[in-house]
T-cell receptor, first 112, second 115 residues
Framework: DAMVIQNPRYQVTQFGKPVTLSCSQT?????MYWYQQKSSQAPKLLFH???????NEADTPDNFQSRRPNTSFCFLDIRSPGLGDAAMYLC???????????FGPGTRLTVT | DQQVKQNSPSLSVQEGRISILNCDYT??????FLWYKKYPAEGPTFLIS?????DKNEDGRFTVFLNKSAKHLSLHIVPSQPGDSAVYFCAARSVDRGSQGNLIFGKGTKLSVKP
């Protein structure tokens, strides 16, 4: 089945210790997105890749970086996680020129 | 400031009855609206959408209504089933965000359908 996969599903990191979350897709979609969702809040877009073109949201902290080495994979790097970065991180994909996005199951990040 | 608002955090409905989930928006540049459904421990899945040039879109038990003048949309589920119990997110796309368009999500409404 074509899908969006996120690993790990649960990640615990220490305050200030860099962490990387990964997303892969078998849908061959051009666009990949990273969202942050805190408890009882709306998913908030951090950035997206339009093929290899990186698009950062204006209010995404510099602490958050992303890499997309190829069509299938996308990584979210948090350089120095703070307690406020504890959240669910959702990866999504979409084909070009469509608005529907396909989400992975998310990675729940805990910062201790 | 929230551009997409789902003012009811939760809704409880009896099986077989109609569920109505509401969503309000503030940005007149929104031209496409989507509803997503999310089960625990899963990512949101696309349910139904509507373009701003329409006022209704129907897919089986699910119908979305759009009232542009009121900047309001609603999702109707008829008849409701226990398997519909999930969190429902309203999302909107702004025409000024380019051809791909990024989505702005509401906070979600948790629907519980009781047998």
């Amino acid at each position: 089945d074509a899908m969006v996969i996120q690993n790990p599903r649960y990640q615990v990191t220490q305050f200030g210790k860099p962490v990387t979350l990964s997303c892969s897709q078998t849908l061959n979609h051009n666009v990949m997105y990273w969202y942050q969702q805190k408890s009882s809040q709306a998913p908030k877009l951090l950035f997206h890749y339009y093929d290899k073109d990186f698009n950062n949201e204006a209010d995404t902290p510099d602490n958050f970086q992303s890499r997309r080495p190829n069509t299938s994979f996308c990584f979210l790097d948090i350089r120095s996680p703070g307690l406020g970065d504890a959240a669910m991180y959702l990866c999504a994909t979409s084909p070009l020129n469509t608005y529907e996005q396909y989400f992975g199951p998310g990675t729940r990040l805990t910062v201790t | 400031d929230q551009q997409v608002k789902q003012n009811s955090p939760s809704l409880s409905v009896q099986e077989g009855r109609i569920s109505i989930l509401n969503c309000d928006y503030t940005n007149s540049m929104f031209d496409y609206f989507l509803w997503y459904k999310k089960y625990p421990a899963e990512g949101p899945t696309f349910l139904i959408s509507i373009s701003s040039i329409k006022d209704k879109n129907e897919d089986g038990r699910f119908t979305v209504f759009l009232n542009k003048s009121a900047k309001h949309l609603s999702l109707h589920i008829v008849p409701s089933q226990p398997g519909d119990s999930a969190v429902y997110f309203c999302a909107a796309r702004s025409v000024d965000r380019g051809s791909q368009g990024n989505l702005i999500f509401g906070k979600g409404t948790k629907l519980s359908v009781k047998p």
